[in-house]
């Protein structure tokens, strides 16, 4: 394990003249950028940053007059790392942004390689539909569009619907392995019910010739379900000193995680601060309930309902509630799992391996 980053050597003018003629050939020396590609500890651009909903609505309402949902083909505002511009990335492998559909407008359907996930923060009774189901969407809820999944998402409600998006998208873009197709209609065919899916495997029941896949059946894991459980959990248990009372959205075919890119969490905080903690996954978070602060590395960001704010790899978070909240996040937890590569340190941020 490297404990110290490598020393970049003395650039002489013999050898830079070296480095320059092959340059020509597309060759250039490792030693000179081996400190930065192989760091004693993650050495991330991406910056602890918040985002208060007030003004990201603000600004949607804004866009909202400016271009339709179908001609845009999703009205989104990217949330944009400061450390990240132009590159449209949250964190270093993941992307966020917030979406707007006005009342009566249709984002149409289409499908691509890429997961997504939605976070609902604002509105009622706007649908997505995914794989031939539509479901309602409520503040809360947590949907997901799998890869290649068509999806289209409708408004049918007389107020504007705002939501989270969450993609994976830097990762496939990091792979080369980006495929997308319009479905050439605004809408998908329906053939299944509203709710349906949840109805059959939302309750510790599958259907008996249920087939394995690493995506999960339930496309939409509703608020009510989520924060009664975490008040159950309130009831019969203590809350860890990092995370309160925390839950991961799974996938109820084998209990892996619900998107097999993204992790997926919503944890309910007592009032006053945790314990420090770090991870190698990136964290994008949004408050659902109470206000407070959260300390990552060096940077305060306070927060209250709606409002999204980031932890990058390795920094320490500290959450302090200012009263009970919910808090649901998203990061590459399973990707890095299944490389071996997630690490996690609880406590003081005292060594750094
Ligand atoms: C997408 O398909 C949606 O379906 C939202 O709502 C955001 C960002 C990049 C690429 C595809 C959606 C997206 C996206």
Redesign the pocket.
């Known amino acids: 394990m490297l404990t110290q980053g490598h020393d970049k050597p003395k650039e002489t003018a013999e050898r830079q003249a070296f480095y320059d003629r092959i340059d020509k050939q597309h060759m250039t020396p490792l030693w000179s950028v081996l400190g930065s590609l192989v760091t004693p500890q993650p050495a991330s651009a991406c910056q602890p940053f918040g985002w208060k909903f007030d003004a990201i609505r603000d600004a949607m309402m804004e866009a909202g007059g400016l271009i339709t949902a179908k001609e845009a083909e999703?009205r989104?505002l990217i949330l944009e790392n400061p450390g990240l511009r132009g590159q449209s990335r949250t964190t270093t492998s993941l992307?966020a942004?917030v979406?707007l559909v006005l009342p009566g407008e249709v984002?149409p359907a289409?499908r691509?390689t890429?997961s997504?996930l939605r976070f609902v923060l604002e509105g009622e009774g706007a649908h997505t539909a995914v794989n031939g189901e539509k479901t309602i969407m409520r503040y809360g809820d947590f949907v997901i569009?799998p890869q290649l999944a068509w999806?289209d998402?409708g408004n049918e409600s007389e107020e504007p619907m705002f939501w989270l998006?969450g993609?994976d998208?830097p990762v496939i873009s990091m792979l080369d392995a980006s495929f997308a197709e319009g479905l050439g209609e605004d809408t998908q065919e329906i053939t299944r019910n509203t709710g349906q899916s949840y109805s059959e495997f939302g309750h510790a029941l599958l259907p008996d010739n249920a087939e394995q896949s690493i995506v999960s059946p339930i496309f939409n894991y509703p608020y009510d379900k989520s924060r009664e459980t975490l008040e159950a959990m309130k009831r019969g248990s203590d809350p860890d000193q990092c995370h309160g009372w925390k839950l991961r959205y799974s996938n109820p075919l084998n209990g892996s995680d619900a998107i097999p890119t993204m992790g997926t969490f919503i944890q309910l905080l007592p009032q006053g601060p945790t314990m420090p903690f770090r991870s190698t996954s990136g964290t994008v978070f949004v408050c659902t309930q109470g206000k407070g602060k959260t300390k990552i590395a060096d940077t305060t960001i306070e927060w209250g309902e709606k409002d999204i704010f980031i932890a990058p790899s390795w920094a320490s978070i500290i959450h302090e509630p200012e009263e009970e909240s919910v808090l649901f996040s998203f990061n590459d937890k399973p990707i890095q799992e299944k490389l071996g590569l997630y690490r996690e340190q609880r406590g003081n941020a005292n060594s750094s391996t």
Do not use: C, E
């Open positions: 999703r989104v992307y942004g979406q984002a289409h691509h890429q997504a569009t999806h998402h998006d993609l998208i």
